[in-house]
């Protein structure tokens, strides 16, 4: 099993005994995660962008506009230290004090350096494993894009490195003191599904639904 290295940066200064640094805990929550959030430093003001990303092997990828700051301070320096997250939220955790309140959840934090990808047949091939993350099955149907729309798209690479995951499950954790308290305690989760597929007013007649957007069971 391949584990990461445990570094300063990668330690956290609360609940340190909830971090994972094993590559199979890291990458199911990458894989599942469709949002992440990106963070850098533009002129010393501090930057965050949410975004759609995919894990190919031991990296993370991102895809912004050319002309997204990102790829412009990429392009200008050779890289960009950044600090990538995701997080997935599995119940919020009510105990019997507020103060004790809590959510289970699964989050990767990554640091280092973001740089663009100038293959082009990388570039594709990244986009078309986003594309497939998100909507298994699309990209065999749905027109990938031309050289044009690939010189206006900028494919970024986050080498997973200074990695790790955090994960929290179970019960609350109340005080003695609040234990005799009649008030309900325990977890609610929350469950997540896609609905059924909408249609486009545009779409010709006689287009079925695919079979990739059949039924889809919460998790």
């Not at 300063?8 to 995660?33: G, K, M, N």
């Not at 309140?101 to 594709?124: E, F, I, Q, T």
């Amino acid at each position: 099993m391949t584990v990461y290295e445990r570094t300063p940066e990668t330690t956290p200064s609360r609940h340190p005994e909830r971090a994972r640094y094993d590559a199979d805990t890291v990458h199911s929550i990458l894989d599942e995660a469709l949002i992440g959030h990106l963070a850098f430093v533009v002129d010393d003001v501090p930057q965050v962008l949410p975004t759609l990303f995919v894990r190919v092997d031991e990296s993370i990828f991102l895809h912004f506009s050319t002309g997204a700051g990102p790829a412009r301070l990429a392009k200008r320096r050779w890289g960009i230290p950044v600090s990538f997250e995701a997080t997935l939220v599995d119940g919020l955790v009510l105990a019997r004090s507020t103060f004790n309140h809590s959510a289970n959840y699964r989050s990767v934090v990554v640091h280092g350096k973001l740089s663009l990808v100038d293959d082009k047949a990388r570039k594709r091939e990244v986009m078309r494993q986003l594309v497939e993350k998100i909507v298994p099955g699309r990209s065999e149907d749905a027109r990938g894009p031309d050289d044009r729309e690939l010189r206006q798209t900028a494919v970024m690479e986050l080498p997973l490195e200074t990695v790790s995951a955090k994960v929290r499950t179970g019960d609350p954790k109340d005080d003695a003191r609040d234990m005799k308290r009649e008030c309900w305690a325990g977890v609610v989760p929350l469950l997540y599904g896609r609905g059924a597929p909408v249609p486009a007013a545009d779409l010709g007649a006689g287009i079925t639904i695919p079979r990739y957007l059949g039924p889809q069971t919460p998790r």
